[in-house]
């Protein structure tokens, strides 16, 4: 697998739309960390790296679970979401450690656990950023990765496309708005490339789950997902009519739900 870069800016994206972001926390982001957080069993006084952490939704059960004994260092690169994250905590979780910087440079290694749930989509170069996270755990110590299934969040950014300006929607061509990566959206791809990157013993399991939507929850799905950085530019009023021509080109497709299914696998850092 070679580079992933696109011409849209997915980190500025985030970047203004840190709220929006985190207005998905209950619907999305919430249950599936809980399913990788569940699979990647973090214990008493461990520490752990959560890489592209967004506003917290794996990192703040992961330290109430390794508690007070235990690290997590939460690393994202959008300055808004780690804000989040840090009011979330609140002052109860002293072991939780906020970051903003880039989690493919990230260097401090040794770590019991090293989690990034739906984060490996953004790296620039997927095979050496997340051979990098595999690197930052010790000898023996487990990575969980979590991505999209095969499918998901389909037909949202086809239908996106045709509701955007003609020079706006060539952006979205050519798969360049999928969450998947289509090399690693099954269990035995995802388990045979996280082997090839250093991992033993890895598991990969299926997490099925389809989102109600109504029209403020479809709308989200665009604000609050990198698919928000094919919005740039556009002033309200051109946003407005985005808005109004995709939520009717989901009522045309009788788009009633949307697949969140996901793929979480776990290994051991090779000895």
């Known amino acids: 697998m070679g580079e992933t870069t696109s011409e849209p800016d997915f980190v500025g994206g985030f970047t203004a739309g840190a709220e929006s972001y985190a207005e998905l926390d209950e619907a999305v982001w919430?249950?599936?960390?809980?399913?990788?957080?569940?699979?990647?069993?973090?214990?008493?006084?461990?520490?752990?790296l959560d890489a592209c952490s967004g506003d917290g939704a794996s990192a703040l059960p992961t330290?109430?679970?390794?508690?007070?004994?235990?690290?997590v260092d939460a690393v994202d690169l959008t300055a808004g979401l780690v804000e989040i994250a840090r009011a979330r905590a609140g002052d109860h979780l002293p072991?939780?450690?906020?970051?903003?910087?880039?989690?493919?440079?990230?260097e401090p290694t040794g770590y019991d656990l090293v989690q990034c749930v739906l984060g490996?989509?953004?790296?620039d170069d997927l095979d050496a950023g997340a051979r990098h996270l595999v690197e930052r755990a010790k000898p023996g110590g487990r990575v969980a990765v979590t991505v999209w299934a095969r499918g998901a969040l389909e037909p949202v950014p086809?239908?996106?496309a045709t509701a955007l300006p003609a020079d706006l929607a060539l952006r979205l061509q050519g798969g360049a708005a999928s969450p998947t990566i289509s090399d690693v959206d099954t269990p035995g791809a995802l388990a045979q490339w996280l082997?090839?990157?250093?991992?033993?013993?890895?598991?990969?399991?299926?997490v099925r789950r389809h989102l109600d939507l109504d029209d403020g929850l479809a709308w989200s799905l665009v604000t609050g997902?990198?698919?928000?950085?094919?919005l740039v530019g556009l002033d309200d009023d051109e946003l407005e009519a985005v808005r109004g021509r995709y939520l009717a080109g989901l009522e045309a497709r009788e788009v009633r739900s949307v697949d969140l299914t996901t793929l979480v696998?776990?290994?051991f850092r090779a000895g």
Do not use: C, K, Y
């Open 120 to 123: 490996v989509h953004f790296f």
């Open 30 to 48: 919430n249950p599936i960390s809980t399913a990788t957080v569940a699979r990647s069993r973090p214990r008493f006084d461990e520490l752990v």
């Open 158 to 160: 086809e239908v996106l």
């Open 195 to 206: 082997m090839a990157l250093g991992l033993v013993r890895v598991r990969a399991e299926i």
């Open 265 to 267: 696998a776990v290994g």
């Open 63 to 71: 330290a109430e679970l390794v508690g007070p004994g235990g690290v």
């Open 95 to 106: 072991q939780l450690r906020l970051h903003v910087a880039d989690a493919t440079e990230w």
């Open 225 to 230: 997902t990198g698919l928000r950085a094919f």
